[in-house]
């Protein structure tokens, strides 16, 4: 009786470890709006690759924010399509992206639930 009720807690236990580590926390990160194509293969960034880097995202390409830390990571929509839509405008800009980060393997990405332009 006391193994079944001592693997009925562990097993408790993990499940709910295993669901808080789905539940995270958002964060605001301030950065540059990159298109990814772009400045992985030449480094291109900064205020005189905004047009070239509006073009891309427009047109489909990736977007990353470069952070002030200097991390890269992988922008997605999640459920605020709109704002990416938004940050499309914001390439090679200077913003503050509120959301949720995921890493996996070495790749981050920061599913995005609110943004704006940055007053820095």
Request: aromatic fraction near 2%; charge should be neutral; charged fraction near 25%.
């Amino acid at each position: 009786m006391r193994k079944s009720i001592l693997v009925g807690l562990v097993a408790s236990l993990c499940v709910l470890w295993s669901i808080s580590g789905f539940t995270q926390d958002q964060q605001t990160m301030k950065g540059e709006v990159l298109d990814l194509s772009c400045y992985l293969k030449s480094g291109a960034k900064g205020p005189d690759h905004a047009s070239c880097a509006k073009s891309c995202a427009k047109s489909g390409q990736p977007m990353g924010l470069l952070t002030e830390e200097g991390k890269v990571l992988l922008l997605a929509s999640g459920d605020h399509k709109d704002k990416m839509e938004a940050l499309k405008d914001l390439a090679g800009e200077m913003v503050e992206v509120k959301g949720t980060v995921s890493e996996r393997d070495g790749i981050a990405m920061l599913i995005v639930a609110d943004a704006k332009k940055s007053n820095k």
